[in-house]
């Protein structure tokens, strides 16, 4: 005679171990890796382009590229991220892949491009989809929203109340606008030095392991990017998201007759706002793209990208990426920075002193260049002494152990003395002047601001 409760529980067994092996035909899976892509790739251009000639170089190139590039990273990182009930999900490697080709193809909406694939052979096939066979609109939206971390679409709330201080148009054409921040240059430094950034609680985590483990990396191992001593380049680039900022009342003020109200509006991009931009001389909506790139590598690869709102100034646009970096990738050491002129701020050199990095950042004048040194000269704009005659003065070398930088009379002959008709020494060696970097790291810091470097 059988026992009902030794059958129940086999039967329990059984569904369970079924139910266990359906999850694991149903999650995305990619068993053969990126072999299996360029199998697919070989195999499918064999047949549907037979002959090689029909197509061009530039296509040819970008095959290649996408040939090389191993995306089977993405397939580990999310695969729990997919249900194990419903249809089975497409491969989330080839969903990348296919989203990266859209932007070397130059198809910038993704309706065009789930079109494209269904009638052109060699998108489908490149991207890994079987021809016939590719994901709608829907299924790249669904693929994007799963690498981003967060139940919220936005890093800050949609209501919120209105900027009391608006970016304004510099008066010079080509200029950039004036900082709109509340908080100052060095009040950022002292606040983001004493923080420290983890990348679990950021929304864009997943993003950025995934630019980090198939991009950053493949760099440093292929020795294009040195990260044990890197020179670092950075600046802003505006995003423009929509032609104005859409924003609307929630309140009854408007219905009382109060059209200046104060209060808090709707924002559909809370993240963006409105900037300017300097290129292209006009206002836009959108982001501010703060991007870190490795300037002593070829073509500039990037190691740090962060999206500010539009109205952010690069002084603190630099900051908030190149801190968040140093916690990212605590294995990058940087030595050497180099900024344009929005960066030329006392904080940013007393920062370099401090923890040893190379400064090569563009003075801006209106910040103030021709300081007076030692009561009788004055320092110009390229870091030079110029002397009481007006003469700027010969660079007679450097002391690096004491960090400051010598300067001798121009007119000045050991043989003969000094030429000038008012002399500012009786030695023959002429008028001796060494700028210490203490005195005004800004101006005078090294390499110096009149050498080669």
């Known amino acids: 005679m059988t026992n009902p409760s030794k059958n129940a529980a086999l039967r329990a067994l059984i569904y369970k171990s079924y139910f266990r092996l359906e999850a694991i035909f149903l ?4 068993t053969g890796g990126h072999s299996t892509y360029q199998n697919f790739v070989v195999e499918n251009l064999r047949k549907y382009y037979p002959n090689p000639d029909a197509l061009s170089r530039s296509t040819w190139d970008i095959i290649d590229r996408f040939w090389n590039l191993d995306l089977s990273y993405t397939d580990e990182l999310m695969r729990s991220r997919y249900s194990v009930f419903g249809p089975r999900p497409r491969t989330p490697s080839c969903m990348q892949r296919s989203y990266l080709l859209s932007i070397d193809f130059k198809v910038t909406l993704l309706t065009d ?16 989809f079987e021809v016939g066979d590719t994901p ?6 669904d693929f994007l929203n799963r690498l981003w971390d967060s139940d919220s679409d936005n890093l800050n709330p949609h209501v919120r109340p209105v900027k009391s201080k608006e970016v304004k148009k510099p008066k010079q054409k080509g200029a950039k606008a004036e900082s709109v921040e509340k908080t100052t240059v060095e ?12 990348i679990d609680e950021h929304p864009y985590g997943s993003l950025f392991r995934l630019y980090q483990k198939e991009f950053l990396e493949q ?10 001593s890197l020179a670092v380049a950075g600046d802003g680039t505006p995003v423009m998201t929509s032609h104005r900022e859409r924003r609307k009342r929630i309140c009854d003020c408007a219905e009382k007759g109060i059209t200046d109200c104060k209060c808090d509006r709707y924002f559909s991009q809370p993240d963006c706002d ?7 001389d006009c ?14 590598s070829d073509s500039d690869l990037p190691i740090f990208p962060l999206l500010n709102p539009a109205s952010k100034h690069d002084s603190h646009g630099f900051l908030e990426t190149y801190f968040r970096m140093k916690s990212f990738l605590p294995d990058f050491h940087v030595n050497k920075w180099l900024l344009d002129s929005a960066h030329d701020a006392m904080p940013y050199y007393l920062y370099c002193r401090k923890n040893g990095i190379s400064p090569f950042i563009d003075l801006n004048e209106k910040r103030g260049i021709k300081v007076k040194y030692k009561d009788d000269f004055t320092i110009g704009k390229d870091g030079v002494p110029v002397c009481l005659a007006g003469l ?24 003969n003395g000094c030429s000038c008709a008012h002399p500012c020494s009786d030695s023959k060696y002429g008028r001796t002047v060494h700028l210490a970097m203490k005195d005004n790291p800004r101006l005078i810091n090294f390499p110096p601001r009149d050498s080669e470097a």
């Not at 491009?113 to 890994?128: D, E, R, T």
């Not at 206002?283 to 002593?296: N, Q, R």
């Open 113 to 128: 491009w789930a079109a494209q694939l269904k009638i052109n052979p060699l998108y489908a096939i490149l991207s890994g």
């Open 274 to 280: 409105i900037g300017w931009d300097s290129s292209r």
């Open 136 to 141: 709608g609109v829907g299924t790249f939206y």
């Open 283 to 296: 206002f836009y909506h959108g982001y501010d793209l703060y991007m870190i790139v490795a300037s002593d």
């Open 27 to 30: 999650l995305p899976v990619n």
């Open 219 to 228: 760099s440093v191992k292929r020795e294009l990017i040195t990260p044990e």
């Open 392 to 415: 700027k003065m010969n660079h007679d070398g450097t002391e690096p152990s004491k960090a400051r930088i010598k300067y001798r009379c121009p007119l000045a002959s050991r043989k």
């Open 187 to 198: 009040q950022l430094f002292k606040t983001l030095e004493q923080k420290s950034f983890s």
